[in-house]
């Protein structure tokens, strides 16, 4: 079950967009050097479909993306929210910041707008750093994701 600790409206994360950041805990990466390790305790509210419905009800028309930060002890389920999403709220966006190498095959990576890839290792930097690991993806019209990961560099 994917529980979130809180939320935070943000303008970095994803490019041209105004996100909601939902903060999932329960991290299995435990990334040396992560800027959130409190995310890594299983605490929280549950984030489910009405959680969605909730946050959209306040957050929706204040937002164009849902940014999932984590997720990742549960990939399968951030990816069943994510189609929600795209159900119920075809005119937002949605992001995923995971902290994999790779996004496990059981995930419809069709479902993400933007997937970021990568666990922060502190010495290549994070995602703005032109020598770091992580990648931001960005799904084409063809259903291909493009590198964007080059637009974070100059911020």
Known sequence: MLKYLNTDIVFQEVPDETSLAINITGCPC???????????ADT????????IDCLMAEYGE??????????????????????????????????WYSGRQYIPLTVDKQQFDYIKVGPYIAHLGSLKSPHGNQHMLKRQPDGSFADITARFHSR
């Not at 549950?46 to 959680?51: F, I, K, P, S, V």
């Open 30 to 40: 435990r990334c040396p050097g992560c800027h959130s390790p409190y995310l890594w």
């Open 44 to 51: 929280g509210l549950r984030l489910d479909a009405n959680a």
């Open 62 to 95: 204040s937002i164009t993306c849902v940014c999932f930060m984590g997720g990742d002890s549960a990939p399968h389920e951030v990816s069943t929210l994510a189609a929600y999403l795209h159900r119920h709220y075809p005119r937002h966006k949605v992001a």
